[in-house]
């Protein structure tokens, strides 16, 4: 045979696995209003970029009749390509070949693209869609997925590793995208759980839809499992491109500096956004985008924990990690889940080398039976120990109130905070003024003819005196007291003198945090 | 500044606020200190906590009642079996944690039980 007859035979070879499942399936996946696995991949990365492997896989199962079935790639696609220029690692479940179940050869390919992608030290992006473990397969498809959640955590903290869900993604599944670093999830499309609702169903008698156990809303919403929220699987991918700007090939690179913009200064107005009573609300995020070049901010998980923000901004073309209270939802505190949020990005900035930002106007800890009982106190310590654990460059910007626990807990200079500034309006203390009063001055107050004038005038003396910043800055908790307008300045000149930060640990194999 | 109008188109605005409607409520936090704030769902639908009646037994896992071993107005003790609740392929030993007189059963033998439901009460 001729090397053009070879070359012939190849390309009807690959015609028929690209086919996937075939015309009937692919028709059902587009009837979910879902995109085929190649269309997914082809979508996401730049133009003519995408290079696929191990299209000739098949599988090796003989049981049931399984030795009779062809598999095209055996439901799974891997290759390698670009976004932005930037090489990634990619895999994406095909559910249009025996709806995407992970059998032994399913989960080889993808554990080869993850091991490639560690070698090649750039980011994995797993695109999941799949009915779960190839029960055929038995005990194989279970190896696996253990195969899988191993090299999700040897990478972890390596190289991003990105999952998408695009499908239903359940029972063992789910703990590949939880071991990874962030999760995007499309309305109506994604579908999380452990047990889904027939189990459910049979255990407990409970009728509940796929959609309201785990579906793309429960996850961004409720459970936090999820980090970006789309409508769409295009918004989704646009998404995912914004990310891969900001974040850098791995743990031993930077980020890729952006093109330096300024703020928007007419839209976002520093010394105007934060209102003068500590009681009064506002939007965090303002603040942010008065700060960040361009006014851009790139939020992560903005619908769950939302009294606090975490998200990405940059500070002269370099990416920057923003950790801000949020007075305009539960009054900005830090609670269980708040704290477990922000816990985990800051460990995300501190693994990938991305400087940390904090704005503090809080309260302190929410109180309540339902948060104690919740575990508050190991919930809130690991906030405590990502920022004590940190060794970026940790900035601190104290906004208006930073009161007891919650000051400590955001990155005080006590847990060595690189700079610690605060606005002229900034009330670091024990407690609010109130509170406090009420305390010191309880005698006073009970023994006074008009025992409410006296607390008044109590409070009133207690905030003249320890409501502000200067009591902190006396003691050089507090480097700088700062104009608001400076304060883009400031970070600016922070970033780059800590550009060569070493903050040497004690020699250790692992930390032991609170989780 | 507090009652700026809130952007709902945007995405950036949290979907929370969207669906509540704008509309602020008072939090309060440490020491009654109250604070102009959004409340989110979860904190507005948090069980109050309530003093646990030791005389009333509530199933800790869902499941199905295999068999009951008490009747109404019999007299137990502390560690008494109580019944089988069939759970998660296993057969778990109910026992009493309280001595009295059984006042009632709440459940059936083949009942099928979500977690937190009231089994039997003790006089």
Known sequence: MSLKRKILELQKKREKVLQGGGEKAIEKQVAMGKLTARERIITLLDEDSFHEYDLFVEHEARDFNMDKKTLHGDGVIIGTGTIYGAPICIYAQDFTVAGGSLGLMHARKITKIMDHAMKMRVPIIGINDSGGARIQEGVNSLAGYGEIFYRNTTASGVIPQISVILGPCAGGAVYSPALTDFVFVVDKISKMFITGPEVIKTVLGEEISMEALGGARVHSEKTGNAHFFAESEIECFDQIK?????????????????EVKAPKIDQYKIDEIVPGNPKEPYDVRDVVRAITDDSDFFEIQELWAANIVIGFGRLDGQTVGFVCNQPLVLAGVLDVDSSDK??????????????????????????????EHAGVIRHGAKILYAYSEATVPK?????????????????SRHLNADFVFAWPGAEIAVMGPEGAANIIFRKEIMEAEDPEKMRKQKVKEYKEKFANPYVAAAKGYVDSVIEPEETRKLLLHAIEVSMNKVDAKPNKKHGIPPF | MA??????????????????KPRLSTISTVHGENYKTFLTEKYKNRKKWQEPDPKKFYSQIPGTVIKVYVEEGQEVKEGELMMILESMKMKNRIYFLDNGIVKKIYVNENERIPKGHLMVELK
Do not use: H
């Open chain 2, 3 to 20: 009652t700026k109008k809130l952007k709902v188109k945007k995405a950036s605005t949290p979907k929370i606020i969207e669906e509540t």
């Open chain 1, 395 to 411: 900035i601190t910007v104290i906004l208006r109130k930073a009161y007891g626990g919650g000051y400590i807990a955001m990155n």
């Open chain 1, 342 to 371: 922000a816990a985990r990005f800051i460990r995300y900035c501190d693994a990938f080398d991305i400087p940390l930002v904090t704005l503090v106007d809080l309260p302190g800890y929410l109180p309540g039976v339902d948060q």
């Open chain 1, 242 to 258: 914004k990310l891969i700007t900001y974040i850098p090939w791995n743990n031993s690179k930077k980020a890729l500096p952006f």
